[in-house]
């Protein structure tokens, strides 16, 4: 049965709390927007020689040249080359050259979770991205925690026959449908402990460090204090890595699809470690038509597979389905 969306109860500041962050030129318009509007922000995209454009749930706002959001394009703010550098010394703390590692990966990291992806220019050594130069295009992300965001999920996943540990869960939805917060909660919630049980070790492989965020060491969004994060690792090999050095009880992970991720699930799964990971697609259907992923549904690893989707908003529960492809929920 469809829930309301538990993404909508989205804590207000989070895009307060990235204008620190930001050019003086974006910052001080932005600043002018409605506190409503930035409670909801969720990106800032600036290109050059376009429109600054808000993107707030369903709703695409422009920034205004005069400060404050617009819908007609004819007020927008629209940043030139001088704009984009600015842009960039405020991103990299003027130390644009020191974040190349980083720059591989196409985004950077800032205090709060807050992520700035980027567009340019690649510059290849040996056929792979050695980093990114002449950005065209940034989009700035807002993170926000979102307390619960897996609250209707989580009691779904264990069973009298659990021992206390969760099922082995794929959570699917298209982008940007909060499967990640979700994962997140999860991550959090197991680690934490509460009225499901004891709290578990968790390893979370965050390839994309879009689940803890990690900056200097520290995960800059809550995870739970049992929870050891391998930050930037290729999923496969870094739930190989967590299994032999930090033994978890659960697994975590964003968005599978590759044979090696599969191999590696279903290793963990037969060493008794639960995994719960993510995957793009729009059903469980989709999911069995994947080579990969679909194998593990078919063989019954995945005891759970929930489905979220924006009907009602970030984080709307569509469904949730057993092994044996028969809905619970």
Same mark, same amino acid.
């Given at each position: 049965?469809?829930?309301?969306?538990?993404?909508?109860?989205?804590?207000?500041?989070?895009?307060?709390?990235?204008?620190?962050?930001?050019?003086?030129?974006?910052?001080?318009?932005?600043?002018?927007?409605? =506190?409503?509007?930035?409670?909801?922000?969720?990106?800032?995209?600036?290109?050059?020689?376009?429109?600054?454009? /808000?993107?707030?749930?369903?709703?695409?706002?422009?920034?205004?040249?005069?400060?404050?959001?617009?819908?007609?394009?004819?007020?927008?703010?629209?940043?030139?080359?001088?704009?984009?550098?600015?842009?960039?010394?405020?991103?990299?703390?003027?130390?644009?050259?020191?974040?190349?590692?980083?720059?591989?990966?196409?985004?950077?990291?800032?205090?709060?979770?807050?992520?700035?992806?980027?567009?340019?220019?690649?510059?290849?050594?040996?056929?792979?991205?050695?980093?990114?130069?002449?950005?065209?295009?940034?989009?700035?992300?807002?993170?926000?925690?979102? =307390?619960?965001?897996?609250?209707?999920?989580?009691? /779904?996943?264990?069973?009298?026959?659990?021992?206390?540990?969760?099922?082995?869960?794929?959570?699917? $939805?298209?982008?940007?449908?909060?499967?990640?917060?979700?994962?997140?909660?999860?991550?959090?919630?197991?680690?934490?402990?509460?009225?499901?049980?004891?709290?578990?070790?968790?390893?979370?492989?965050?390839?994309?460090?879009?689940?803890?965020?990690?900056?200097?060491?520290?995960?800059?969004?809550?995870?739970?204090?049992?929870?050891?994060?391998?930050?930037?690792? =290729?999923?496969?090999?870094?739930?190989? /890595?967590?299994?032999? $050095?930090?033994?978890?009880?659960?697994?975590?992970?964003?968005?599978?699809?590759?044979?090696?991720?599969?191999?590696?699930?279903?290793?963990?799964?037969?060493?008794?470690?639960?995994?719960?990971?993510?995957?793009?697609?729009?059903?469980?259907?989709?999911?069995?038509?994947?080579?990969?992923?679909?194998?593990?549904?078919?063989?019954?690893?995945?005891?759970?597979?929930?489905?979220?989707?924006?009907?009602?908003?970030?984080?709307?529960?569509?469904?949730?389905?057993?092994?044996?492809?028969?809905?619970?929920?």
């Amino acid at each position: 049965m469809r829930e309301e969306a538990d993404l909508l109860e989205t804590r207000p500041g989070g895009a307060q709390r990235l204008l620190p962050y930001l050019p003086p030129f974006l910052r001080n318009a932005l600043g002018q927007a409605p =506190p409503a509007l930035l409670a909801a922000l969720e990106e800032i995209r600036l290109r050059q020689g376009a429109p600054v454009l /808000l993107r707030c749930g369903r709703e695409e706002w422009f920034l205004a040249a005069r400060g404050g959001a617009v819908k007609e394009r004819e007020a927008a703010l629209i940043p030139g080359a001088q704009e984009m550098r600015e842009s960039i010394l405020a991103i990299s703390q003027s130390s644009f050259y020191a974040l190349e590692e980083e720059l591989k990966r196409g985004f950077i990291t800032l205090p709060g979770g807050h992520r700035a992806g980027l567009a340019g220019k690649a510059v290849l050594e040996n056929g792979a991205v050695k980093t990114l130069k002449e950005i065209s295009g940034i989009n700035f992300r807002v993170a926000r925690h979102v =307390p619960r965001a897996a609250g209707r999920l989580l009691p /779904l996943l264990f069973t009298a026959a659990g021992a206390g540990l969760p099922a082995h869960t794929l959570i699917v $939805s298209p982008p940007g449908c909060g499967k990640t917060t979700v994962l997140r909660d999860l991550a959090f919630s197991l680690s934490e402990g509460g009225r499901w049980g004891r709290g578990l070790q968790v390893g979370v492989v965050d390839e994309r460090s879009e689940l803890a965020a990690m900056l200097n060491g520290q995960p800059q969004l809550p995870i739970g204090m049992r929870t050891d994060v391998l930050d930037a690792c =290729p999923k496969a090999e870094g739930m190989m /890595l967590l299994i032999r $050095s930090m033994a978890p009880q659960v697994l975590i992970c964003d968005e599978i699809g590759r044979a090696e991720d599969a191999a590696a699930i279903l290793e963990a799964a037969r060493a008794g470690i639960k995994v719960i990971a993510s995957a793009h697609g729009g059903g469980r259907e989709e999911m069995l038509a994947r080579p990969a992923v679909g194998g593990l549904i078919e063989a019954g690893v995945f005891e759970r597979l929930a489905l979220y989707s924006r009907s009602n908003g970030p984080g709307t529960l569509e469904g949730v389905w057993n092994g044996k492809g028969e809905r619970i929920c």
